[in-house]
């Protein structure tokens, strides 16, 4: 595993600013924290997703200790974003429209919930005190929006 996804990791560190011992340093944070929640990953969920989602993760938790400071080195330029094609920003466009009309969709309770956890990345405790909801019930929430919309998203 971790030959496989520290190149990758550290490339996308570099590209959110990163200086290099940062970005190592962070690949390794993150790859350990992969490996320690990897018991807890839902069937379904796509593990590549959910490795860059703790990566993210470490990303902010390292803003965080520095003060927000983001960009700590210049950026490759090899490193930089490459421009999508035509076809591709169209299929964003579409797979976009078709997540805002699954979001529409949603009822609004858990919708609300779905998008203070993802969006605002607020625990289930934090979302059950602003909704007046048990934890439990943000969590069953949460989830069947998770499960409503990857119907919407093949």
Known sequence: MF???HP???RYFRSLGFAAEDADDLCQ????????GRANVRDGT????WVFTVARNAARDAWRRKGDARVTGPVDEDL????PSPERSTVDRERLNRVREGLTALPTRMR????LRVQDELSYEEIGSRL????????VQVWNARRRLREVLP
């Open 80 to 83: 930089a974003a490459p421009t």
């Open 8 to 10: 990758r990791l550290f």
């Open 132 to 139: 007046a909801l048990s934890p439990g019930t943000v969590k």
């Open 112 to 115: 609300a919930c779905f998008l």
């Open 29 to 36: 944070v993150a790859l350990l924290n992969v490996y320690r």
């Open 3 to 5: 030959l496989e996804y």
């Open 46 to 49: 796509l593990f590549e997703s």
